[in-house]
């Protein structure tokens, strides 16, 4: 089962969500207690709805894009609040991708930069050594 063919009035367990997220039960766990994630629950088991889904396809994506948690739960907290208006969200997701884009490229500039002086010292390495070698001829 993936988390995109399930029904949206499906409740998923703790392994089904693990599943179709490939995440751990101790991430789940930890979404929850951080209260980004709020399962229903029957006793000690969880049971997730779409609305969880839903949240844990945004945190996850906005995890890969470098969003710290702070971050995605006000996004979320944004949302919930404005009952699905969706311009404040989405001009406060637009400003925070724009600013984690401008971060991202400055690393990739930075390690660019590391890449190519690593090389040199590389190069600069196996000239010695090679002088190294001819001279013990």
Not at 29 to 47: D, H, I
Request: with cysteine; aromatic share 8%; net charge positive.
């Amino acid at each position: 089962m993936t988390a995109d063919t399930t029904n949206r009035d499906d409740h998923l367990t703790i392994r089904q969500m693990c599943d179709a997220f490939d995440v751990t039960p101790r991430t789940l766990r930890f979404y929850e207690a951080k209260e980004l994630l709020s399962p229903l629950r029957r006793g000690t088991a969880r049971f997730y709805t779409y609305r969880d889904r839903a949240r844990l396809k945004l945190i996850l994506r906005g995890k890969r894009f470098g969003f710290s948690l702070e971050d995605i739960r006000q996004l979320l907290d944004m949302y919930d609040r404005d009952g699905g208006q969706q311009e404040a969200q989405l001009r406060r997701t637009y400003d925070l991708a724009r600013d984690r884009l401008a971060q991202m490229e400055r690393q990739r500039a930075e390690l660019d930069e590391a890449i190519a002086d690593l090389k040199d010292q590389i190069a600069w390495g196996e000239s010695v050594l090679s002088a190294f070698r001819k001279a013990a001829e």
